[in-house]
């Protein structure tokens, strides 16, 4: 007896397999796809004319040599003012002896050219070096000359003093610092400072 022959399958069910074949395909790809660009921001400035996503800048000086370094997940800049809007901002400041100095905030600001940097909400100011760190509301930092300041309250910390005041200023390049208007602090005895003087990290000096 000869074995029966399979039917020949339709032309429908032909174009369902490939249709889940592709179905399939197009899920295997989908992760590798570059994911599509958020909405385009808006500023009371105007539309912007481009902006970075988890962008970092970097600026030279003169000499070839950078000297500032933003890393944001969200850079913005609109013609209108030539103006650089920044998300939760992150800034490596170099000074010319190399030493590093960072800066945060919840916003920031790269005036016209690049120049100056402002930060907002949040604002602060390490030096590793020198191990103290300073928080404030609006951080302003002139790369230009080097200078950082805050006409806003702030806390300086160097653990275990800290100091308020109504202003500060930094020079990074000559390494001083100044709080000034209406300073008050506290300053424990020395035998406290030595039992106290263990290496900190910026995550460990909060307000």
Do not use: C
């Given at each position: 007896?000869?074995p029966?022959?399979?039917p020949r399958?339709s032309f429908r069910l032909?174009?369902?397999?490939?249709l889940?074949?592709?179905?399939a395909?197009?899920?295997?790809?989908a992760?590798?796809?570059?994911p599509?660009?958020?909405p385009?921001?808006t500023?009371e400035a105007?539309?912007?004319?481009y902006?970075?996503?988890?962008a970092?800048?970097?600026?030279f000086d003169?000499?070839?040599r950078?000297?500032?370094?933003?890393d944001?997940?969200?850079?913005?800049?609109?013609?209108h003012?030539?103006?650089?809007?920044a998300?939760?901002?992150?800034a490596h400041?170099?000074?010319?002896?190399g030493?590093r100095?960072i800066a945060?905030g919840d916003?920031?600001?790269?005036g016209?050219?690049g120049?100056?940097?402002?930060?907002?909400?949040?604002a602060?100011?390490?030096?590793?070096?020198?191990?103290w760190?300073?928080d404030?509301?609006i951080?302003?930092f002139?790369a230009?000359v080097?200078?950082?300041?805050?006409?806003t309250?702030a806390?300086l910390?160097q653990?275990?003093?800290?100091?308020?005041g109504?202003?500060f200023d930094?020079?990074?390049?000559?390494n001083?610092?100044?709080?000034?208007?209406?300073?008050?602090?506290?300053?424990p005895?020395e035998r406290?400072?030595q039992g106290?003087?263990?290496?900190?990290?910026?995550?460990d000096?909060?307000?």
């Open positions: 007896m000869l029966k022959r399979l399958p032909w174009l369902l397999l490939i889940i074949g592709l179905g395909l197009l899920a295997w790809l992760p590798w796809q570059t599509a660009p958020g385009v921001p500023d105007g539309e912007p004319d902006y970075l996503e988890e970092r800048l970097t600026r003169a000499q070839g950078a000297h500032q370094r933003l944001s997940p969200r850079l913005v800049h609109t013609p003012d030539d103006v650089t809007r998300v939760t901002p992150v400041l170099i000074d010319r002896e030493r100095w945060s916003e920031g600001r790269l016209p050219g120049n100056p940097l402002t930060l907002t909400g949040n602060r100011l390490f030096a590793p070096e020198e191990r760190q300073l404030t509301e951080l302003h002139d230009n080097g200078h950082a300041w805050s006409d309250p806390l910390q653990p275990p003093q800290h100091m308020r109504d202003r930094a020079w990074i390049h000559d001083r610092s100044r709080l000034t208007d209406n300073v008050r602090g506290h300053h005895p406290a400072q106290q003087a263990e290496a900190i990290e910026p995550e000096v909060t307000p």
